[in-house]
């Protein structure tokens, strides 16, 4: 292969596919940042954005150094594209955080709260008023990784059930089921 062409092949594919690293990489870093900061982990967010900002800034050096290659665009947003969806996949994956569900019902709740104690929810009931007259506000505080479990007990007691799901910045005790993994403990710990 001649030099040309060797330029040729780095400047419209080696250099646009490092960028679409670079940026996927830049992306997926700053996701788990954002998710460390509103944990209130400050050593973790400082220490993640370091290596997003050092990433980012190479990333855009070589844009900046090649204004001439559309490639290299097209290698930037792809990879910011594709690091959205790698860093949220793995948000998903992580399951990290407490929330707490609020479900609204007129509808009885002694099947809903045995469920959920059954599972090893704690629950809190409170009786209430809405538009509709008297209504039960059905609270439990939950890891994020058991909501999938929660929903079904949700579903399971009343298909068509009111509730909301809020993040909790912190919880400062609860009734809360085993873990089943503490593969994340160590980097987002209640």
């Not at 002694?110 to 809190?124: N, P, R, S, Y």
């Amino acid at each position: 292969m001649s030099l040309a062409m060797n330029q040729e092949v780095f400047t419209w594919l080696v250099l646009p596919g490092l960028i679409f690293l670079a940026r996927i990489c830049d992306v997926t870093i700053g996701t788990i940042r954002i998710i460390a900061v509103t944990r209130g982990r400050k050593a973790l967010a400082s220490f993640l954005g370091f290596f997003e900002v050092l990433i980012w800034l190479l990333a855009i050096g070589q844009i900046m150094q090649h204004l001439d290659n559309a490639m290299g665009y097209i290698g930037y947003a792809a990879g910011f594209a594709t690091g959205n969806f790698v860093g949220i996949s793995i948000e998903e994956k992580l399951a990290v955080g407490t929330l707490v569900v609020r479900v609204i019902t007129q509808k009885p709740v002694a099947d809903l709260l045995h469920g959920l104690q059954q599972a090893g929810f704690g629950v809190t009931v409170v009786d209430a008023y809405g538009t509709t007259g008297k209504v039960n506000i059905v609270y439990t505080v939950i890891r994020r990784n058991n909501l999938p479990e929660v929903d079904r007990i949700i579903h399971q007691f009343n298909p068509k059930a009111f509730y909301s799901i809020e993040d909790l910045r912190s919880v400062s005790a609860g009734v809360f089921p085993l873990k089943k993994s503490s593969f994340h403990r160590s980097l987002f710990p209640r």
